[in-house]
């Protein structure tokens, strides 16, 4: 006996998963003393109440339904956890009425189930503050009742319980705030940044489910592990992938167009003064549309790449000899990009968000299990042939979480329906870019190929 406390003891303590610890010390309990079914309630002080939290029963099968109920002495759960006091009851229907509390049938009467021997066990902390109860039911050995003996080690058990359940709960406390914490940061990130609202959530929802299948495909991908403490470590990478720009200037995380409505304004009346004093001989409101579409973030058009070279060449002369350009550098420079509506310096200025998340992230202590969080976080921009950023990490360098949250990265990117500026491509099309960048080695093909063959995006 002694021998299965040690086992206990050594294998409650390391758990920190609530429903895990829940799970294994029940059916510990209910191995040791031969117990049918059992059910753990915590003590919630906030409101004084037991909730019914867990259970477990070897002859039926029923679904759980979380409850609470007031911590008093009308239940038998309650009685307990008012007394801190071990209960040892023989039959639940022969319950003598000169007792407080009361059996409530309503389960037998739904399950079919005969609720008879039942012993239930405080579970207190080090300074005896109540924790929880657990009650277990229906000795299934002679003499099929708890005996003595029985409760000489529930009572010996419960102190090893209480105290390893309320490390437990401390740490799915401290979890749940830090969770809160980082929501709070997305929401802090994602109000500088409007236009992106909601795609860290769906860039963690979509890498952890790739990263989810992937691990169920052993034929498939050999080497891929997902433990429960990687999903963890990889769930707050993505939640803090692009927690850096909170280090990019505004102005550049908002900027849907290449220039500004003042600046277009200005062009097209130097456009229309230039077509009235003859420098132009273009209808001016052509050539003004032009511009316009060059203002796009979509990809410029050849023709119109050739226009803006020749306005930059084009001075209006006024009369006192002065030349003024219709097109300046500035503006010129804005309008020429190829892709987006970021000038090379700005586009420079946004891909530091990945640094900063980098070195943000490395200020926090983190614990072993999730000491890569930093690391993973900012492999999102890194491409397989060394052009990525901020690093230019090559092929194997980039982890194969990093290469998931790359393409589920792009992927909501591209497919996003709630950046006014840009239309939401198709489904069909996204894929078929992020399967280009895939043969031309920037993503991973392999993971891409099985994220569309597995309809993960769906
Ligand atoms: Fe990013
Ligand atoms: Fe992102």
Redesign the pocket.
């Known amino acids: 006996m002694e021998q299965k406390f040690v086992e206990i003891v050594y294998e409650l303590f390391g758990i920190k998963d609530l429903n895990l610890f829940m799970d294994i010390s029940l059916k510990k309990l209910r191995d040791i003393l031969h117990a049918d079914a059992g059910s753990i309630f915590l003590y919630n002080d906030a409101d004084n109440t037991l909730i019914f939290k867990y259970t477990q029963n070897d002859s039926i099968d029923l679904p759980f339904k979380e409850f609470a109920m007031p911590l008093d002495e009308k239940s038998i759960a309650g009685y307990v956890g008012v007394n801190k006091k071990i209960l040892n009851i023989k039959d639940a229907y022969e319950i003598s009425d000169s007792e407080p509390y009361r059996f409530n049938r309503d389960f037998d009467r739904f399950s079919g189930y005969r609720t008879r021997s039942m012993i239930t066990i405080p579970l207190l902390n080090r300074k005896n503050d109540l924790i929880g109860v657990v009650q277990l039911i229906n000795k299934k050995t002679e003499p099929y009742y708890f005996t003595k003996q029985d409760e000489i080690i529930c009572h010996s058990l419960s102190g090893i319980i209480g105290v390893s359940l309320e490390n437990s709960l401390l740490y799915s406390e401290i979890e749940n705030m830090w969770e809160g914490f980082i929501k709070a940061s997305i929401q802090a990130i994602e109000a500088r940044d409007p236009i992106t609202r909601g795609h860290t959530e769906r860039v963690t929802n979509l890498t952890l489910k790739i990263a989810s299948e992937m691990s169920k495909h052993k034929d498939i991908f050999p080497d891929f592990t997902l433990t429960k403490d990687q999903y963890t470590m990889l769930k707050y990478a993505c939640l803090l992938?692009?927690f850096g720009?909170i280090g990019v200037k505004e102005y550049i995380l908002q900027k849907a167009k290449k220039v500004s409505e003042d600046k277009l304004e200005k062009i097209k009346y130097k456009i229309l003064y230039a077509h009235k004093a003859g420098f132009i001989g273009e209808d001016p409101q052509n050539l003004f549309e032009k511009i316009k579409k060059a203002n796009e973030p979509t990809v410029l058009e050849e023709d119109i790449s050739n226009m803006l070279n020749n306005l930059l060449h084009l001075n209006i002369e006024e009369s006192a000899g002065q030349k003024i350009p219709i097109l300046d550098n500035d503006e010129y420079n804005a309008l020429i990009v190829k892709r987006g509506s970021l000038t090379e310096e700005e586009r420079k200025e946004m891909e530091k968000?990945?640094l900063y998340?980098y070195v943000y992230l490395s200020a926090i202590p983190w614990t072993k299990e999730l000491k890569d969080v930093p690391k993973i976080a900012c492999m999102?921009?890194e491409k397989l042939d060394g052009s990525g950023y901020p690093f230019g990490l090559k092929g194997d360098e980039i982890h194969p979480y990093g290469r998931i949250m790359a393409i589920a990265?792009i992927y909501d990117a591209l497919t996003a329906k709630d950046r006014p500026y840009k239309k939401a491509l198709p489904v069909e099309t996204a894929l078929s870019i992020i399967k280009k960048e895939g043969e031309e080695n920037k993503l991973d093909i392999n993971i891409i190929n099985f994220f569309i063959d597995k309809r993960i995006y769906e």
């Open positions: 992938h692009d720009k968000h990945v998340t999102h921009h990265d």
